[in-house]
Structures are given as C-alpha cells and as structure tokens.
C-alpha cells in the first residue's frame, strides 16, 4: 500500500505556472505508476498525464501537451507536474495516483480511468485567474 500527499497548488494569474509535488510513503515507490488527474468544479475527474514506473515515459492528455511536464525521482519518492502557461480552464482540484499494475507503453498510448489507479491522495487547488 501506498500513500499519497499532494502540495505546491494555489493561485496564480493566466500565463503562469505552478509546480505541483506529490511525495508517496513506502519504500515500493518505484514499483508504482503514478498518474495525475483533475476535477473541476461541477465536473467529473479527468486525466491529466501519467508517467511510468523508471519516469522513461510520459503521457499527456492532449490540452496539456507542450504546457505541463511529468517527471519523478524514485530517490525521493516524489513525482512533479511542471504547470507552464497555465489557462483559467486548468482550474480544478488536482490528485496524484498510484497503481502497481497500470502499465504506461510509448507506443501503445491508453487513457486511463480513475479505476486504473488504486491509490489516491487528497487533492491539491490550483486556481488559475484571467
């Protein structure tokens, strides 16, 4: 089991960026893809981008792409989210996830569903003004 702490949210104006972190516990860290999604208010949670257990592949839901860059450090069992030129429509509370299972393959892209992710941490707000 894993858990999950998200941080580095908050508000910024449009044209800005944020660096999100998420720090997982354990000592398995390495073993886990973790993937990031968002809810917006009134909205369901999307997928934002994920990344694989080595951090040799990310992916990226299309409206971040060029914009938002996943990495991770196994050595400090932290994955980040690198917000550039962030957009009023990328407010949303933004959760970290982690799954054992998931397999991330360059050449064979899936979006994931939130049920492809086990473990959940508790959300982080980031509010983006115009």
């Known amino acids: 089991q894993v858990q999950l702490v998200e941080s580095g949210g908050g508000l910024v104006q449009a044209g800005g960026s944020l660096r999100l972190s998420c720090v997982a516990s354990g000592r398995t860290f390495s073993t886990y893809a973790i993937g990031w999604f968002r809810q917006a208010p009134g909205k369901g949670r999307e997928f934002v981008a994920e990344i694989n257990r080595s951090g040799s592949v990310p992916s990226y839901t299309d409206s971040v792409k060029g914009r938002f860059t996943i990495s991770r450090d196994n050595a400090k069992n932290t994955v980040y989210l690198q917000m550039n030129n962030l957009k009023p429509e990328d407010t949303a509370v933004y959760y970290c996830?982690?799954?054992?299972?998931?397999?991330?393959?360059?050449?064979?892209?899936?979006?994931?569903?939130?049920?492809?992710?086990?473990?959940w941490g508790q959300g982080t707000q980031v509010t983006v003004s115009a």
């Open positions: 996830a982690a799954d054992s299972d998931r397999i991330i393959d360059m050449y064979v892209v899936t979006i994931p569903r939130e049920d492809d992710y086990a473990y």
